[in-house]
């Protein structure tokens, strides 16, 4: 088996308010979440959250940035496991927000 490899996972821009799905863990794996980060161009305050939702809805996880400072980047490095089907969802308050999610996603043994 190749060696795991860190990856994008999600990478965006979110320009408008809303919770839209930004990554769904795929059939046949799982993945482990490692790494989030925030950034603003412009504009001081911005407020953005990311729920890991299995896939019936049920909230598990959850990254909140209640202040994005314009031109810094939050970040948080941590370990979220998703089975297949699951969700990341992304709510945006104040647009407009730049991500990264990366992880590793995983095949199940068969």
């Known amino acids: 088996m190749a060696g795991v490899r860190n990856k994008?996972?999600?990478?965006?821009?979110?320009?408008?308010?809303?919770?839209?799905t930004i990554y769904t863990c795929p059939a046949g794996h799982?993945?482990?979440v490692k790494s989030i980060y925030v950034t603003r161009q412009a504009g001081t305050v911005g407020s953005?959250?990311?729920e890991a939702l299995r896939a019936g809805g049920?909230?598990?996880?959850i990254?909140?940035?209640?202040s994005v400072q314009e031109?810094?980047?939050?970040?948080?490095?941590?370990w979220i496991v998703l089975a297949p089907g699951d969700l990341l969802t992304a709510t945006l308050?104040?647009?407009t927000i730049y991500y990264w999610v990366s992880g590793?996603?995983?095949p199940l043994a068969g």
Do not use: W
């Open 8 to 20: 994008p996972l999600a990478v965006g821009l979110l320009a408008t308010a809303g919770s839209p």
């Open 30 to 32: 799982n993945t482990i």
């Open 48 to 50: 953005f959250k990311i």
């Open 58 to 61: 049920a909230v598990v996880s």
């Open 63 to 66: 990254y909140e940035s209640q």
């Open 71 to 78: 031109l810094a980047v939050n970040t948080a490095q941590l």
């Open 93 to 95: 308050t104040t647009p």
């Open 104 to 106: 590793a996603e995983l």
